[in-house]
């Protein structure tokens, strides 16, 4: 039995996912002639209230479109210390947008209105020009852990005096509407852009989507074709996308469910020091000095289990719907006796 918690990302489609990608209707998306295409980015709009959305290869890629959307050279982006935007892309603010990164403090990866007004700039020529505010929900490297929303509408409102734009990674944005019981227009109403991630939780194979205004989505597109980005009969995929919107999202759930029950195991075992608060699919706990992150993922692999180390003496589990009941039971079995 194979056993792979590294990543929501590792999930493959359904049969029913395959047949809908299939059976897609295509055309060539740079004429604009796709009508699976169209169709996934109308719904995401619809979902979110907004105008426009733009469907992309990536996360990374939506996330940098939008960065470019809102900064130019000698602005600065202002976001946690452990965002993906800053940590996992490849300096692609700097690279794409030539802007610089205020970086900032707060509990597992959440930053508050209060954080964000210190750390403003001021109107002064040795400064860059904050421009851009960027949240991510759910924080990866805060272990699943989701913004209220009470906290986005207060930031919302500094970004709004200070004439800041907001974005928003929402990667695993779906899990933390799920866990919350939030809305999603209501993040249409709050974000300028929004980047959702289509083959983590929601399990398409690949794809990702950049929501927004019409203008910003029509600017958007010309920043895509200049990073590479343009689809021919990309249906097929966009299928996927528009099966996981319509059939994937309440079952999320039970991922959550099953990184709280691992959570709960792990609280309670002689070699685990602390287990960061579960809230989605994302479960990440420390390990004291019986192991080194290396020593027990072996132990894991030995075992037919796949883990991710997330810094010292951290170790990461995703949980998704190729994470089955059967394979919930085992891995406990396996955690109980290492």
């Given amino acids: 039995m194979d056993i792979d918690l590294r990543s929501d990302t590792l999930t493959r489609p359904t049969p029913a996912m395959h047949e809908a990608m299939m059976s897609a209707k295509v055309g060539d998306d740079m004429f604009g002639e796709d009508p699976t295409v169209a169709a996934l980015e109308e719904k995401a709009a619809r979902m979110f209230g907004r105008d426009a959305a733009l469907y992309c290869a990536s996360g990374t890629m ?42 900032l403090e707060g509990d597992r990866g959440l930053i508050t209105a209060k954080d964000v007004e210190a750390a403003i700039q001021p109107d002064d020529i040795h400064s860059p020009v904050s421009r851009l505010v960027s949240l991510e929900n759910t924080m990866n490297k805060g272990g699943g852990s989701c913004y209220d929303m009470d906290e986005i509408w207060a930031i919302r409102e500094t970004c709004h005096e200070h004439g800041l734009a907001l974005h928003l990674d929402g990667a695993r944005l779906f899990n933390a509407l799920v866990a919350k019981g939030q809305n999603a227009k209501e993040y249409g109403e709050v974000f300028d852009t929004i980047s959702i991630c289509l083959s983590k939780g929601l399990g398409a194979p690949v794809g990702s989507l950049l929501i927004g205004g019409h203008d910003d989505i029509k600017r958007a597109r010309r920043i895509r074709k200049v990073m590479g980005g343009a689809w021919r009969q990309a249906g097929y995929i966009a299928a996927a996308g528009l099966y996981a919107l319509e059939h994937h999202i309440e079952r999320l759930v039970e991922d959550h469910n099953k990184a709280r029950e ?22 990440i706990f420390k390990l004291t000095d019986k192991y080194t992150n290396s020593a027990f993922l072996n132990k894991l692999a030995e075992n037919g289990i796949l883990a991710f180390g ?29």
């Fill in 62 to 103: 939506t996330n940098q479109i939008g960065i470019r959307l809102h900064c130019q050279i000698q602005d600065e982006v202002i976001c946690h210390k452990y965002s993906h935007i800053y940590l996992y892309e490849s300096g692609g603010i700097m690279a794409n947008a030539g802007a610089s990164v205020r970086l």
């Fill in 262 to 283: 691992m959570a709960k195991v792990l609280q309670g075992l002689n070699y685990v020091e602390e287990v960061l608060p579960c809230e989605t699919n994302i479960l």
């Fill in 310 to 338: 997330f810094g010292p003496q951290l170790i990461r589990f995703v949980t998704h719907y190729d994470f089955t009941d059967d394979h919930l039971t085992k891995t406990i079995e396996v955690l109980k006796k290492l």
